[in-house]
């Protein structure tokens, strides 16, 4: 009975907040609650949220990964260029998708075997994911893209965006892993103790190199269906993402000392993090200043989070 209780107040302090602002904005502008904009709030969420449900699985791991949004223009990138060459669909895609997980591949290489803190890394392979666009595009969109590809991006099911039912999908099967499969619970374990979980049998390597191909994989996804929704792959996709994806984790409640949190949560950090930005748009507020609400928002909850840390260690 405690137990559950305690979820409760911990579920009614995450929503509060976001009621709170969505009343707020919406008695400051009824436009927020209009149909089209709570269509394009919904888009924006999933394709927040399909890349924060793999920065999610990261920070399970006690690990970080700071070239998702590199790697978001990387796999939109690779997809516009094979199509607008004549490659099919499909398999331009896939093309894309591998990409992108051939980054995640050697993120965890230099993270796991190398034994490169995850920070520098991430932020090496990010500079050098965005190079090679850069280099592919020569700063050019690759357009136009075909229409069976844009649907995907552009269509809707009973007036919902694709992607909105692409990102719930996504979320079931990432909660169920985490809560019902052994790779889950080992995941969850080598965030809270490598060493413990290496001396208990469990592949620490082979769960790490897993999740880091995972996030690039969602990334480089989200970078192909933002191309599907433009009708173009942009070179500059996906730049400043890394820190909004890793802020909603953080303020969904996973820790990023590892082995603490939920997908759940990372939904609502996501929601709160789109709203936020949905409403300062609609109030007229500075894009300056957007920038500075979300680094004072992951400073405060990486502070909460280290707060709860220290308590649970009795320090």
């Not at 769960?207 to 989200?222: K, N, P, R, W």
Request: charge should be positive.
């Amino acid at each position: 009975m405690n137990t559950k209780l305690r979820i409760n107040k911990q579920d009614i302090a995450k929503v509060l907040p976001f009621v709170l602002l969505c009343i707020i904005t919406g008695i400051l502008n009824p436009v927020f609650f209009s149909v089209s904009n709570m269509i394009d709030l919904a888009r924006s969420i999933s394709f927040l949220l399909i890349v924060s449900v793999g920065v999610t699985y990261v920070l399970f791991g006690a690990s970080l990964d700071m070239s998702i949004g590199s790697v978001m223009a990387f796999g939109g990138a690779l997809a516009g260029a094979a199509m607008v060459n004549g490659i099919p669909v499909v398999i331009a895609i896939l093309t894309g998708l591998a990409g992108a997980a051939l980054i995640g591949l050697v993120n965890a290489v230099l993270i796991v075997n190398v034994r490169i803190p995850a920070l520098i890394a991430t932020l090496g392979t990010m500079y050098i994911a965005r190079g090679i666009v850069n280099v592919m595009t020569k700063g050019e969109p690759y357009y136009p893209l075909p229409d069976a590809f844009n649907k995907i991006g552009q269509g809707t099911l009973l007036g919902i965006p694709y992607s909105v039912y692409i990102a719930v999908v996504i979320v079931l099967i990432a909660q169920f892993v985490i809560k019902k499969t052994a790779y889950g619970r080992s995941l969850m374990a080598v965030g809270g103790n490598r060493e413990t979980s290496r001396l208990s049998g469990i592949p620490v390597n082979k769960v790490m190199f897993s999740a880091h191909i995972f996030v690039s994989m969602l990334a480089g996804f989200v970078g192909i269906l933002m191309a599907a929704r433009l009708n173009s792959a942009q070179p500059n996709t996906g730049d400043g993402w890394e820190m909004t994806a890793v802020a909603a984790v953080i303020i969904g409640g996973t820790s990023m000392y590892g082995g603490y949190g939920s997908v759940w949560g990372t939904v609502l950090g996501c929601a709160l993090m789109e709203v936020l930005s949905n409403a300062m748009v609609l109030l007229h507020v500075s894009v300056y200043w957007q920038k500075i609400a979300i680094g004072a928002i992951m400073i405060a909850a990486v502070a909460m989070d280290t707060i709860r840390l220290r308590k649970l260690s009795g320090k």
